[in-house]
């Protein structure tokens, strides 16, 4: 498996896990504004340095191919990666910022703002994934 692609599934799981507590615990349970911000603060940061340390861990086993620049086949995955989330993302923006200010305020906005992102994330990263099992060359 590439480095890339092995980063890509470290941080895949670990944001569909992450946002998937949040996004499962506010929509079970009532929440204050404050106890939701330091909650997604709390996710956030516990995403963050599992994927930090799996991946210094990851690296540290794999030597010099962790250390290697992209090459041109990393580079385009990561670019069509990267273009079919700008897609997904503009959708969600369009969704979240034109539609549902009409029938949704505050909170509801913030949090469907923030699915859209992991939304686009894990599109980006899916991409990425299926672009190298697959052999992908651009």
């Known amino acids: 498996m590439a480095w890339r692609e092995k980063t890509a599934w470290i941080t895949l799981a670990a944001m569909l896990i992450a946002y998937g507590v949040y996004f499962t615990r506010i929509s079970t349970t009532s929440l204050t504004p404050l106890s939701m911000l330091a909650f997604f603060g709390a996710v956030t940061v516990i995403q963050i340095m599992v994927v930090i340390v799996v991946t210094t ?36 923006v369009i969704l979240v910022g034109v539609v549902m200010p009409f029938h949704d305020a505050g909170w509801k906005i913030t949090n469907a703002a923030l699915f859209m992102l992991v939304v686009a994330e894990t599109v980006r990263l899916l991409i990425i994934v299926v672009s190298y099992q697959r052999g992908w060359h651009g």
């Open 57 to 92: 861990v990851l690296a540290a086993l794999s030597g010099r191919e962790a250390g290697a620049r992209p090459d041109e086949r990393d580079r385009a995955i990561a670019r069509r990666g990267a273009g079919v989330a700008y897609f997904v993302l503009l959708v969600g």
